[in-house]
């Protein structure tokens, strides 16, 4: 870890470079946060109005029952696995590189999480009932339907934002305290609460590390468990292109990419504005683009396999289905999905790419664009031409769920851009970790 | 309390209810005219009236449900409809709950605008204006236009005429099948429109008749027609159709031959000689005059000018000469061209020839459309109108200035009529002109009678207290007639004090004619009952006129206008008759089978003219004819004669309520005027406009793209199936559960798409009992329509003549139904009848369900119909009181479908519970069964194996849709049979 002068920065140096971060921020900060509650607030009217006048106002319709609120769902589920991935496969692979860029994948992932978590509320026809899904003892003997998939993703997603939380704020505990101990006023005390008391002693220092493996170990199966259970949404589903035993991993390995790609159109501004050069350095990037391109290989596999049975099942539905997506309304979505997911990440395979800041951006965004078209790509046109030709039909976007769809962006950013100036997002443990322990005099 | 005082208060309570609805107080009368033995509320009494939607004179049974109808069925004695209706039956509850019905009595103001007055005042208006006439002996400026009423409301019309020595009143209907019986009386010498028995006939032969949709008596035609052409023990009839336009007729036949338009009179001649060539004609029949009229047509000419082959021609010739008996009907636009009588003539002809007239052709059992004022007489009273020789016109539910062409001038004549009174309860074209209105009752709140043909005379009581403040037109009639005669009650001309005493007294004669050995009060009340009474009238012998009586023509319709234009067809609409039924959202909301386009008109273009034109579907086209212009959206066609333009009557209203107001153009308004009414005489030119008006059309496409969802077999191979008596192998898919099993029932359906003729019926039926909201045009044309059952066409082959296939698709109820494992609350169920429910009350609204429905039937509510605070708000005042108050109306963001009319289910058991007795086959009737003119719908218990729906589930040409998914449905479908012999 070095900075632009090839000097490694010390204790000191990650001290100050990190706790500099949560210095009183400029009035750009403040103008990009006034952009971004604007649009969520934009977003918030929308949500009203459709609950208030009804599912109508989003462009739904049959056979389109779902749209762009599954898609935008299915996606920051996807993007909400980058950080667990970083952060616990990767601590647990004792991939060292991971340390300056997992602090902010992980608060990426719950605030993803967060965001996604809505759309199952924006979703439903009677939101306000939404909380039946739950399994919980009531006067009315109800209990929710253990074989939909649905209820399978409440469990699946509350144990994932809830796991993720935790080992978010088991992480942030020694930093806290770093702050705490850097700041002053009333500032301090709020640390110092948060910090809930950690002292660095040696004892407290191997229950946390005991208990950040563990949270390490349970969170790992759940980056892969989470997207398969939210695939089976479709893949137990008898629509054609949605039954598909594909699907988990097919989902997974699109999330873990999307999330990549997520994490690397934050760090990037990150690092160039708060010059943290000497934290995340083209290494990181050079990494992360190498995860990108390999992600992007293995869907292009999927997709190919997606493409191969449905023609080779024979398969009447699954073909036209198919072909229905690649030649008709919506073909120009289908082609741009494969441009972005599995044309535009190969210019990775070149080093320069990987390091080249703006390139990499750019591949980074067009990947996110890609993913959620995706996801479109599954569940509007799939629905749209499915068994029983009568109904079929071609959904058009209204007002309400387009501004649903951005203001879950703007919420999104909002929860992160907050986190910044108030929590470090880098880690300064384990960053210094990462250097050599300062010398000290020798005692003679 | 006694109990007549309970039933008083039980019916004025619901007259206040209906109150509520518009601030007056309606008249109180006693609703339960046959007082029940007891009334108990939630359960509903049953009233026999007949149909007033168009004069087949159908008879109804209106539900009752603490005092208000909530559905109509099918009377199951009335011969006429044998329990069935049609889709505007079904939709007549609207007329009657229709919000923009007019509340109360109304006059015109010295601003021309209409403000409401009391009864007592505008009777007084009224009877001032008459009294002067008449005392001055000018009774003959006096007039009555009623629609045709050929029961005791026409004679007291006539007779109060006569007493005023007013003029003979006009009964007007704009479609009067005046050609029919104008040709009969040229051939045979007799006056009228015979009763065509279709169901003793082999072959039917039609030109033109549109008799599944509108002719004559569309749901007695269209049980006739199953009971002839429905695949039965290895045998069906053949349906030979010949019209320019694929109707919803043209598309039931085995054969459908397009013509040029106005050439069916060439081709009935054409094919009449082909019979005498070949000596095919009956033993007996006058072959010299035969020969006179068909030996001057040359065949290869007739082949050129009407596109038909002769070989075609001869085919139909002798199909249609062997049958024994056969049937030859004309109708839709044939009866209408400028040769409409000569086509009827040709057709008579071609029955004499055949041997069918006395057989399948009956003269006798007489339609009473001939009752009907023929146009010329209209037209006649036009010019009288328009010298200022009328100062007082009475009109009674008619509505001439929707239905007449502009160019007949009736509009300028009738502003030469100083008073115009309506008695019609709507607000039409013609009423919005009329200086006094009298709301008549609606006919569910009348007393009165109507007699559809010869020997059946269909009785009408209120089968309710009146919504609004209306009086019946009997009742004003002879209130008015006493005041204006200055005779007491009681004596004179008008001694009853209402219509119901004329009426009663006048079915003493009638209870005379029918039932001589009968008290009269058992009588009545047993007619009362039954709906009416009938009986079978002898076949009256008829002879053919030798000839020369009339001329030969033999030569095609004559059509006015650019002679490089498209042959204008103007047809009757299945859904809105001649424009009455437009008023009511069902309607507008029920697609027209054959397009399936909702809530609009449109002009029907050949896809050649399209593509010249570079006329897309929904552009909007001007009209242009000699007589004028409109502007419709086209859709294009493929089956169309490429000559031709078609343009459905109905639409275009510039008065008539909220839903008919302003949609589409009235094609009628591109017509002549003159002494006749010629739906097919003027040829237009199309131009684009440039601008675009979409077409709500509910079907995505025609096309099954090789998913057989609605499947056919030959006749040979129906005849093989049959033989066989092989129950089909059932495609087994593998489970991992066991099978479900059903204690006592399984609920389960079959449809025969061999019967099924697309009709639309059951559409609304199920609406009507179902509380299905109505969600306008926007929302049908993106797919939101709420319709529980929906009638799909299919077609087959070539898209210029193709195979088409009517299939009714609705919740299929399955056995391993995808909808309910994905369900996360147990909203959508299985119950251990085999029934796929739905609770509404638990729905979240996550639309999983419907996802995975591959038949797509289940309704989401995308917006709140169900409250009245909601602008989608579907139920505006008083139409709540006709919801069924046995099913839920479902609120905003849940999902609904068919239940298989549960609450009936429950009804039925409820019933046989009480008599410690299993629910017997044909207890319960789903809404969608009971209405079915062609019976092609059957419901019951699938465990029974003797009950009806279980024998036809075993048919060998059953099959399940998409049945290879393995969600074995609880709903057979029977394949179509076709006709294996060549397509004309």
């Known amino acids: 870890m070095t900075d632009s002068a090839g000097r490694q920065p010390t204790y000191a140096d990650v001290n100050r470079d990190v706790i500099r971060t949560l210095e009183p921020p400029s009035p750009a900060y403040f103008g990009w946060m006034a952009v971004v509650a604007l649009i969520l607030t934009a977003g918030i009217l929308a949500w009203t109005w459709q609950i208030y006048a009804g599912m109508g106002a989003a462009g739904k319709r049959t056979p389109q029952m779902w749209a762009m609120y599954i898609t935008t769902f299915v996606f920051w589920i996807g993007i909400g696995h980058a950080g667990t991935l970083i952060s616990a496969i990767l601590y647990l692979f004792r991939a060292r590189w991971r340390t300056s860029i997992y602090r902010g994948a992980e608060a990426m992932t719950v605030f993803a999480v967060l965001t996604a978590g809505l759309f199952p509320l924006i979703h439903a026809g009677r939101m306000w009932f939404a909380y039946w899904l739950l399994p919980y003892p009531n006067q009315r003997y109800l209990w929710p339907n253990f074989r939909s998939p649905l209820v399978w993703d409440v469990f699946a997603i509350s144990t994932y934002l809830t796991i993720s939380v935790v080992f978010f704020c088991v992480g942030l505990l020694p930093d806290i305290a770093a702050i705490r101990d850097a700041s002053t006023g009333w500032r301090k005390k709020i640390y110092g609460m948060l910090s809930l008391g950690w002292e660095g002693t040696d004892r407290q220092w191997r229950h946390y590390r005991r208990a950040y493996g563990l949270f390490a170990a349970l969170a790992t199966p759940l980056v892969l468990s989470v997207h398969s259970v939210v695939s089976w949404d479709f893949a137990m589903a008898l629509v054609p292109g949605w039954h598909s035993t594909l699907f988990a991993p097919f989902f997974v390995d699109g999330a873990i990419f999307s999330g990549f790609a997520m994490v690397l159109v934050l760090i990037i501004p990150m690092r160039h504005f708060w010059n943290l050069y000497a934290y995340i350095t083209d290494k990181h990037l050079d990494a992360m683009g190498k995860l990108i391109l390999v992600t992007s290989l293995v869907l292009s596999y999927f997709y190919l396999c997606e493409a191969f049975t449905a023609w080779y099942s024979g398969d009447h539905f699954e073909r036209a289905s198919l072909f229905w997506k690649a030649t008709k309304s919506y073909a120009w979505a289908f082609w741009l999905q494969y441009f972005c997911n599995s044309l535009v990440p190969l210019v990775l395979f070149w080093r320069r790419a990987r390091t080249h800041t703006p390139t990499l951006y750019v591949v980074s965004i067009l990947v996110l664009i890609g993913m959620w078209f995706e996801r479109f790509n599954i569940i509007v046109p799939g629905l749209g031409h499915d068994f029983y030709p009568y109904t079929w039909g071609i959904y058009w976007p209204t007002l309400t769920d387009t501004m649903i769809v951005i203001g879950s962006f703007a919420w999104f950013f909002i929860l992160f851009l907050g986190f910044i100036k108030v929590m470090p997002s880098v880690s300064i443990v384990e960053v210094k970790e990462t250097l050599p322990h300062p010398v000290k005099e020798a005692h003679h | ?984």
């Open chain 2, 1 to 984: 309390m006694k109990r007549r005082d309970f039933l008083k208060i039980v019916g004025s309570s619901a007259g206040a209810v209906a109150a509520a609805g518009c601030g007056q107080a309606p008249e109180r009368i006693l609703p339960y005219v046959i007082p029940p033995d007891n009334l108990i509320p939630g359960v509903a009494s049953w009233y026999s009236s007949v149909c007033r939607e168009c004069p087949a004179g159908c008879g109804v049974i209106a539900r009752n449900r603490e005092g208000r109808v909530v559905k109509l069925e099918g009377n199951p004695d009335h011969p006429v409809n044998q329990g069935a209706l049609c889709i505007r039956g079904q939709a007549a509850l609207q007329g009657l709950y229709n919000p923009d019905r007019l509340r109360g009595p109304m006059r015109q103001d010295a601003s021309g605008a209409l403000k409401p007055v009391k009864w007592e005042e505008a009777e007084k208006l009224l009877v001032e204006r008459l009294t002067g006439l008449v005392k001055q002996g000018k009774g003959k400026r006096i007039v009555v236009m009623s629609q045709l009423e050929s029961g005791n409301l026409g004679r007291l019309i006539e007779s109060w005429a006569q007493a005023l020595g007013a003029r003979r009143p006009i009964f007007y209907e704009p479609f009067n099948y005046e050609a029919i019986h104008h040709a009969s009386r040229l051939v045979f010498g007799r006056d009228a429109i015979p009763h065509y028995a279709l169901e003793e006939a082999n072959v039917i032969l039609s030109f033109g008749a549109d008799f599944l949709e509108s002719w004559l008596s569309p749901v007695e035609h269209a049980r006739a027609f199953t009971r002839m052409h429905a695949f039965k023990h290895g045998k069906a009839g053949t349906f030979i159709h010949v019209e320019p336009r694929l109707s919803l007729t043209a598309a039931n036949a085995d054969e459908w031959v397009r013509n040029a338009p106005g050439t069916e009179e060439l081709l009935a001649l054409a094919i009449l000689k082909v019979i005498l060539n070949e000596g095919l004609q009956a033993p007996g029949v006058d072959v010299a005059l035969l020969r006179n009229v068909a030996m001057p047509v040359d065949l290869e000419a007739a082949a050129g000018q009407s596109g038909v082959s002769v070989e075609t021609i001869k085919h139909i010739a002798r199909t249609f000469a062997k049958a024994k008996p056969g049937i030859a009907v004309g109708g839709g636009v044939a009866v209408t061209s400028t040769v409409a009588v000569e086509t009827q003539r040709a057709i008579h002809l071609l029955n004499y020839a055949a041997g069918n007239v006395g057989r399948t052709v009956r003269f006798g059992p007489d339609s009473a459309f001939v009752k009907a004022t023929p146009h010329a007489i209209v037209g006649l009273l036009t010019q009288l109108m328009a010298q200022g020789e009328i100062d007082v016109l009475l009109l009674i539910h008619a509505n001439p200035l929707f239905a007449l062409p502009p160019k007949w001038g009736f509009a300028e004549a009738l502003k030469k009529v100083p008073l115009l009174v309506s008695f019609s309860n709507q607000p039409d074209e013609t009423t919005e002109q009329a200086h006094l209105i009298l709301p008549d009752l609606h006919s569910l709140e009348s007393w009165g009678d109507f007699s559809p043909r010869e020997g059946v005379v269909g009785l009408m009581q209120p089968t309710m207290a009146p919504v609004f403040d209306s009086r019946a037109v009997g009742d004003v009639l002879l209130s008015v007639g006493r005041q204006v005669l200055g005779s007491p009650a009681g004596k004179g001309p008008f001694r009853w004090e209402t219509f119901a005493e004329y009426l009663k007294e006048q079915w003493r004669g009638i209870a005379r004619e029918y039932a001589s050995s009968m008290l009269f009060d058992q009588f009545w009340e047993e007619a009362l009952r039954r709906g009416g009474v009938w009986k079978d009238v002898a076949t009256a012998p008829v002879q053919a006129r030798s000839a020369p009586v009339f001329p030969i023509q033999g030569k095609p319709a004559s059509v006015e206008g650019d002679p490089q234009g498209l042959t204008l067809l103007v047809y009757p609409s299945q859904r809105f008759y001649d424009g009455r039924g437009a008023n009511k959202p069902w309607l507008q909301e029920a697609p027209d089978t054959m397009t399936q386009v909702t809530w609009d008109s449109w002009i029907e273009v050949p896809a050649e003219v399209a593509k010249k034109l570079g006329i897309r579907q929904g552009d909007l086209v001007k009209v242009t004819s000699p007589h004028g212009a409109i502007e419709l959206p086209a859709y294009v066609s493929e089956s169309l004669h490429p000559g031709a333009v078609a343009i459905p009557i109905g639409q275009g209203h510039t008065a008539y309520g909220r839903y008919a107001k302003d949609r589409g153009a009235n094609p009628l308004t591109l017509l002549p005027g003159g002494a006749g009414l010629s739906f097919l005489s003027v040829k237009v030119t199309l131009t684009k406009t440039g601008g675009r008006r979409p077409l709500a059309i509910a079907q995505a496409t025609h096309d099954q793209d090789d998913r057989e969802i609605a499947q056919h077999v030959g006749l040979g191979a129906a005849r093989e199936l049959e033989l066989r008596g092989a129950v089909p192998e059932k495609a087994s898919h593998p489970s991992m559960y066991p099978d479900l099993k059903y204690p006592e029932y399984r609920w389960g359906m079959a449809v025969d798409l061999d019967a099924c003729t697309g009709c639309q019926a059951c559409v609304i039926a199920c609406k009507a009992e179902n509380n299905v909201p109505v969600v306008g045009k926007e929302q049908v044309a993106y797919g939101r329509d709420m319709h529980w059952l929906r009638l799909e066409r299919w077609q087959e082959g070539k898209p210029e003549h193709p195979e088409n296939l009517f299939l009714p698709m609705f919740c299929q109820h399955c056995e391993i139904a995808p909808c309910e494992p994905v369900c996360p609350v147990f909203a959508a169920y299985h119950t251990e009848e085999g029934l796929n429910a739905q609770i509404y009350n638990r729905c979240v609204g996550t639309r999983y369900c419907n996802n995975n429905c591959p038949y797509k039937v289940r309704r989401f509510n995308w917006w709140d119909y169900s409250s009245p605070a909601s602008s989608s708000y579907a139920f505006p005042d008083p139409l709540p009181l006709q919801l069924n108050p046995d099913v839920t109306v479902r609120q905003l963001g849940v999902m609904e479908k068919c239940t298989m009319c549960v609450q009936r289910i429950v009804a039925g058991k409820d019933a046989a519970r009480d008599e410690k007795r299993p629910v017997r086959d044909g207890e319960v009737q789903t809404a969608c069964q009971q209405t079915c003119p062609t019976q092609a719908i059957a419901f019951g218990n699938l465990k029974d194996p003797s009950s009806r729906v279980a024998k036809l589930s075993r048919s060998p040409r059953g099959y399940h849709v998409l049945g290879e998914l393995g969600t074995r449905p609880a709903v057979t479908y029977l394949k179509k049979v076709t006709r294996e012999h060549g397509k004309a």
